[in-house]
């Protein structure tokens, strides 16, 4: 996919960071779109299903996190990458963030540079996604039936909506149940080597999967990783 032929979406309520971001983003051939606030973002999200979105978390009228889960619940745009860009970079800001199904986060300031770099990376995940071919796309796991293919799962027979990332997570445990995965391969697979993401990603990932079908279906391998077990 060409630069010119990707969209991203930038929602913050700072002008100049609209600005700024904007100008390296267009620069680099991208379709910049921008919106002042999380209301504003998720009519714009909806409109030109985006690729991307560069959200603030601090917003007036609707936040970031109520704007992503808003976004996560549109099925049109469960495949669009969303990672925060704010100044909080407190631990319980990303935890609400990963929990309303975001993919990233990035604190600012950042260099117009760096920003760009990660984008790409970004970026990149989403055409591994979009491109890769899986050879078994329905897995009967336990209860659970796993279509990779169209991103449902059902469990016990009923459908869940999983965002994105739990659904990859979920996917590659689920590939070799009892097989402990090491945290440092799930960040591999799952989000992507090249994009640096907050070392409590895993475990809050971990946590709304054992909500959603069953805390001892997971189990924690203190100092390595995870495992799905039957």
Not at 162 to 169: A, C, V
Request: net charge negative.
């Amino acid at each position: 996919m060409n630069n010119k032929d990707i969209k991203i979406l930038l929602v913050d309520d700072e002008p100049d960071i609209l600005e700024i971001v904007s100008y390296n983003l267009n620069a680099e051939g991208y379709q910049v779109y921008t919106a002042k606030n999380g209301i504003e973002g998720v009519a714009k999200a909806k409109k030109k299903q985006p690729h991307l979105i560069i959200m603030d978390v601090m917003m007036p009228e609707m936040d970031g996190i109520e704007a992503c889960e808003a976004i996560r619940n549109t099925p049109s745009l469960e495949n669009t990458i969303i990672t925060f860009l704010t100044a909080r970079g407190e631990d319980y800001s990303q935890v609400a963030g990963f929990d309303a199904g975001a993919d990233d986060y990035i604190t600012k300031p950042i260099k117009p540079k760096v920003l760009v770099s990660k984008v790409k990376a970004l970026l990149r995940r989403f055409n591994d996604n979009v491109t890769s071919e899986v050879s078994e796309d329905i897995v009967h796991v336990g209860d659970l039936i796993i279509n990779r293919e169209e991103y449902k799962v059902i469990n016990k027979g009923e459908e869940l909506l999983l965002p994105r990332k739990e659904f990859e997570l979920l996917a590659l445990l689920t590939s070799k149940p009892n097989k402990v995965f090491k945290r440092e391969v799930i960040l591999d697979k799952v989000w992507g080597n090249e994009v640096v993401v907050g070392g409590r990603t895993i475990d809050v990932h971990i946590r709304k999967l054992r909500e959603k079908i069953g805390d001892e279906n997971f189990k924690t391998v203190k100092g390595v990783g995870y495992k799905f077990v039957l």
